[in-house]
T-cell receptor
């Protein structure tokens, strides 16, 4: 059974800092790993999706890496801005029916 | 290109009533997934459906919950005789069945409140 853990649960940083969010998963036989952003009371916005054959994906100030052998993924946010404040969710797709398992998320606050 | 649509966005029910949540997948998507997010918790998988078939319902409570995805029309998540513990945000996602990333696209969610 796949389990996804995200550390830290919450993070507060001053504006402009670079930061790293961590995600670990127990079953390395994943199909892909996806990072989402969720604003309070809102739905999920897909940020980056990394296929199992890939090592990283980049979009603007965001870079996500994947290390299947160690069961880890990181989301790197460069030059953080107050608008980046949200909860960031990591989700691993695995299993026969490619079920997606979510972590609880990291709640990020970027202080102006 | 409309995204995944869910309605209603907010639903209030009294204990014992029925709740029906609807999800219209993105155009061309025939795979639908339902997730539940309890307050201060992560999203939990409930059920995976393809047109007219339930593929994986391992995350569905054994009683009171059911889901369908008919040949025509939206997918429906039905909760009978709701209880306060059913209060949560219910998210639907859809994906394209062909080759590719199988990326899931999420709807805005339905927030169910049981009084």
């Amino acid at each position: 059974k796949q389990e996804v853990t995200q550390i830290p649960a919450a993070l507060s940083v001053p504006e402009g800092e670079n930061l790293v969010l961590n995600c670990s998963f127990t079953d390395s036989a994943i199909y892909n790993l996806q990072w989402f952003r969720q604003d309070p009371g809102k739905g999920l916005t897909s940020l980056l999706l990394i296929q199992s054959s890939q090592r990283e994906q980049t979009s603007g100030r965001l870079n996500a890496s994947l290390d299947k052998s160690s069961g880890r993924s990181t989301l790197y946010i460069a030059a953080s801005q107050p608008g980046d404040s949200a909860t960031y969710l990591c989700a691993a797709r695995s299993g026969g029916y490619q079920k997606v398992t979510f972590g609880i998320g990291t709640k990020l606050q970027v202080i102006p | 290109n409309a995204g995944v649509m869910q309605n209603p966005r907010h639903l209030v029910r009294r204990r014992g009533q029925e709740a029906r949540l609807r999800c219209s997948p993105m155009k061309g998507h025939s795979h639908v997934y339902w997730y539940r997010q309890l307050p201060e918790e992560g999203l939990k998988f409930m059920v995976y459906l393809q047109k007219e078939n339930i593929i994986d319902e391992s995350g569905m409570p054994k009683e009171r919950f059911s889901a369908e995805f008919p040949k025509e029309g939206p997918s429906i998540l039905r909760i009978q005789q709701v209880v306060r513990g059913d209060s949560a945000a219910y998210f639907c996602a859809s994906s394209y069945p062909g080759g590719g990333t199988h990326e899931q696209f999420f709807g805005p969610g339905t927030r169910l409140t049981v009084l």
